[in-house]
């Protein structure tokens, strides 16, 4: 998979060297660029941003440094990305969106800051492309990056032969394992810590109990936590 990030803070993108991300970059598996906005700005202050139309705080980035970037990074003649534009006012990103972004090609991701880019941009992009504007959750960022980061996280680690072990991938929470529901808790050795107990059922062996100790607790804790989560019947 191919993954081009536009930014402004380009240093933000440092940490996909690290950890399980950085492999899939240095086997080949993920060819990763990273691109400076105001690479393609023209004045000498390299402006991305302007005043909004119809007034109001803060600023808004101007259209034209993206329109260039993405004439630069996609030929017309040739394939297109995905383009992930993270924002606040985005689809919220879930399991399932990262798992649909898994099967591409190529992903842009267009990182704003300040109150957003232009509208014409997104507009004008999805006359050449798959458009997808993704939040993360219902709180304020100051920017995409930090967004971007956590997509593609998401994203690459469900990338054919990134995970070391791809049956962690089924069970694990949000996962399809366990019906949409939260992870149960886990334990490894010792069996006793600090006055605190393992579960007996985990040392038991019997794994019919096991399995069925786990898909309590996994109930238990997604009525608890999140219980928008529960699916009611079976
Ligand atoms: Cl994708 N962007 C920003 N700026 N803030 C957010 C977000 C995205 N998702 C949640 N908050």
């Given amino acids: 998979m191919r993954i081009d990030l536009v ?11 690290l950890s399980l991300v950085g492999k899939a970059i240095s086997s080949g598996l993920v060819d990763l660029g990273v691109h400076d906005l105001r690479d393609w700005t023209h004045d000498r202050h390299r402006t991305v941003d302007d005043t909004p139309y119809g007034g109001g705080a803060g600023m808004v980035m101007k259209p034209e440094p993206w329109g260039e970037v993405f004439d630069a990074l996609v030929p017309a003649d040739g394939p297109t990305p995905v383009l992930v534009i993270p924002t606040p006012a985005g689809e919220p990103f879930r399991q399932s969106i990262a798992a ?7 992903l842009l991701f267009a990182c704003g800051r300040y109150e957003g880019i232009d509208a014409r941009v997104s507009e004008h992009a999805r006359t050449k492309m798959q458009v997808r504007e993704l939040s993360l959750g219902d709180y304020v960022l100051n920017g995409g990056e930090v967004a971007a980061l956590a997509i593609v996280e998401a994203v690459v ?9 791809p049956e962690s991938l089924a069970e694990e929470s ?5 019906n949409g529901e939260l992870e149960y808790p886990v334990f490894t050795k010792p069996s006793t810590w600090r006055g605190l ?12 109990e096991v399995d069925r100790w786990r898909l309590e607790q996994a109930r238990r ?5 999140r219980p928008d989560l ?5």
């Fill in 7 to 17: 930014s402004i803070f380009c240093d933000y993108f440092a940490p996909l060297q």
């Fill in 100 to 106: 649909e972004l898994a099967e591409a090609d190529w």
């Fill in 157 to 165: 680690r469900l990338i054919p032969g990134v995970l070391g072990n």
């Fill in 174 to 178: 949000h996962g399809s394992q366990l």
């Fill in 197 to 208: 107990e393992v579960p007996p059922v985990l040392l038991s062996g019997n794994h019919g």
């Fill in 221 to 225: 804790i997604t009525a608890e936590r």
């Fill in 230 to 234: 529960l699916q009611f019947g079976e």
